[in-house]
């Protein structure tokens, strides 16, 4: 059974870093789209970034540009979210999502989904 395995989430401080990674458990994942997303509590689940299947393309959410970076090595089979100058309102569960598309920021189009991990920011 295809899987994406999310972790790296954690509890830190504002203007903190964390470093998100999702690792896939089958190698078709290296030519497929990713995206992560994010939910907080009471809230629909927003995009947050996307790359392409060969890390040439990548999109953000405006609040998060200029302090996040969405990496990929297909190699590994792993995306990563670099998440730098953290703020209380980063703060949800994160999610690791893959399709065999070009990327979108529609979650509603993707097909494969991680368990989440929490990050959790303090003021």
């Known amino acids: 059974q295809v899987q994406l395995v999310e972790s790296g989430g954690g509890l830190v401080q504002a203007g903190g870093s964390l470093r998100l990674s999702c690792a896939a458990s089958?190698?078709?994942?290296?030519?497929?789209?990713k995206g992560w997303f994010r939910q907080a509590p009471g809230k629909e689940r927003e995009f947050v970034a996307a790359?392409?299947?060969?890390?040439?393309?990548?999109l953000y959410t405006d609040s998060v540009k200029g302090r996040f970076t969405i990496s990929r090595d297909n190699a590994k089979n792993t995306v990563y979210l670099q998440m730098n100058s953290l703020k209380p309102e980063d703060t949800a569960v994160y999610y690791c999502?893959?399709?065999?598309?070009?990327?979108?920021?529609?979650?509603?189009?993707?097909?494969?989904w991680g368990q989440g991990t929490q990050v959790a920011v303090s003021s």
């Open positions: 999502a893959a399709r065999p598309l070009p990327y979108s920021v529609d979650p509603r189009s993707y097909t494969y």
């Open positions: 790359i392409n299947r060969s890390g040439s393309s990548t």
């Open positions: 089958e190698r078709t994942f290296s030519t497929y789209a």
